[in-house]
């Protein structure tokens, strides 16, 4: 068992920002099984705090729910669809793109999808929850199509197709269905793949739109990270060498060899036995 968790993290570690996302939505499933899987009613019930709600009571005080719901699902299938569209689509979009534009695109496409499924939902005078990755996948695929619709694809016992062939059957389905079944969800998937061609248009005009998430997700690394000490800087000061008078040190060289002039004159006149004590110890220091 323990192998198999370092298999885990050590597939983690080293995935692309797709295989991270997938690991978060199927970790947040499971999660959601322990936490929020009623088994009376074999169902899912999400609290108000993660599931998007269309009821400004609810959203107005959870904001974060524009983003927390794209990372819940209702049910195996339908997280198994999503993941399985995303890591679809996701290696698409890195052929031409980078991890942070998925990771911005993610998230930006989600938001954008929850904006417009509040805004339809209060306009129809109608309350009701929302959960699911479908319109971020979605955004993911439509921004590749965008950008690459002539690109070839090969799909199982159906050979090869271009891009665009594919998400536009997809969409096609999601339109048709709009006022059949899950009305919110099918306009959050549309309103993702319209962000995705937003996204697309205003990066080739020269505007990247996931650098806003990119700064974001920095403020909030470079807050929390220790600051980082600044090294000590020594200051080497050079010492400065004592200023010698040269006049005193000449004066000073003079009456010394004044006073052994003198010692010696007397030592020629009297002998040596004539100095004193003082006398002889001065001319043997001098004459070191």
């Known amino acids: 068992m323990s192998r198999i ?29 322990v936490f929020f899987f009623q088994f009376s009613a074999f169902r899912f019930e999400y609290p ?17 729910t524009f983003l927390t719901y794209a990372f819940l699902h209702s049910g195996f299938w339908h997280l198994f669809f999503n993941m399985v569209m995303l890591n679809f689509s996701g290696r698409l979009f890195l052929t031409f793109f980078t991890q942070k534009q998925f990771l911005g695109l993610y998230i930006l496409s ?22 699911g990755a479908s319109a971020a996948v979605l955004s993911i695929l439509v921004a590749t199509t965008a950008y690459q619709p002539l690109m070839q694809i090969r799909l199982l016992l159906i050979g090869n197709v271009k891009l665009w062939h594919l998400t536009a059957v997809i969409l096609i389905l999601d339109i ?3 006022l059949i079944e899950n009305t919110g969800g099918h306009i959050a998937h549309i309103s993702g793949a319209l ?28 807050l929390f990270q220790p600051s980082k000490a600044k090294p000590f800087k020594k200051v080497h000061v050079n010492p400065r060498k004592p200023v010698v008078n040269a006049q005193s040190k000449i004066v000073t ?14 030592i020629s006149q009297s002998g040596y036995d004539s100095l004193t004590a ?5 001319l043997f220091k001098a004459g070191k």
């Open 5 to 33: 968790f370092d298999d885990i993290k050590l597939q983690y570690r080293i995935g692309d920002i797709t295989n991270k996302i997938i690991y978060w939505n199927v970790g947040l499933f499971l999660l959601s099984l």
């Open 110 to 131: 989600a938001v954008f999808a929850g904006l417009a499924f509040v805004i339809a939902y209060l306009l129809m005078g109608i309350s009701a929850p929302i959960i």
């Open 176 to 178: 048709m269905q709009i």
């Open 253 to 266: 060289k003079d009456k010394s060899q004044q006073q052994i002039d003198e010692i010696l004159d007397k």
């Open 195 to 222: 962000f995705g061609v937003i996204y697309i248009k205003v990066l080739q005009s020269g505007t990247d739109l996931s650098n806003i998430v990119t700064n974001i997700i920095n403020f909030f690394v470079n």
């Open 48 to 64: 108000t705090w993660l599931a998007l709600s269309s009821d400004p009571s609810e959203f107005l005080i959870f904001p974060w």
């Open 278 to 282: 003082q006398e002889k110890e001065f």
